[in-house]
């Protein structure tokens, strides 16, 4: 079992920006792709980056340019650096743990970008 704590939301206007963090609790963090996932009101949830257990990364185009996804095994945390926030990406963020059939979520932390 692996548990997984958000941390770092909150609420900012247009263009500031935020870092999520995600710690995990687990021996073998390195061997975890992990990935964070968003949820509107009203929407499914879907996936925002993707770090592998090699550290390859994977953005969606609306973060392309403005969001940064790493990971830090020693510490057993995965992060997310967003820039140039927008008000679409105003959701609640969640993160994943996914090794071979086990996949893992946190709480979610909220974020909202007002104008």
């Known amino acids: 079992q692996v548990q997984l704590v958000e941390s770092g939301g909150g609420s900012v206007q247009p263009g500031e920006r935020l870092t999520l963090t995600c710690a995990a609790t687990?021996?073998?963090?390195?061997?975890?792709?992990m990935s964070w996932y968003r949820q509107m009101p009203g929407r499914q949830r879907e996936l925002v980056a993707l770090i592998t257990s090699a550290h390859r990364t994977t953005l969606v185009d609306s973060a392309k340019g403005r969001f940064h996804i790493w990971r830090d095994n020693g510490k057993n945390t995965m992060s997310l650096e967003m820039e140039n926030l927008k008000t679409e990406d105003s959701a609640v963020y969640y993160c994943?743990?996914?090794?071979?059939?086990?996949?893992?979520w946190g709480q979610g932390t909220q974020v909202t970008v007002f104008s």
């Open positions: 687990t021996r073998i963090f390195s061997a975890y792709d």
């Open positions: 994943n743990a996914k090794l071979r059939s086990e996949s893992y």
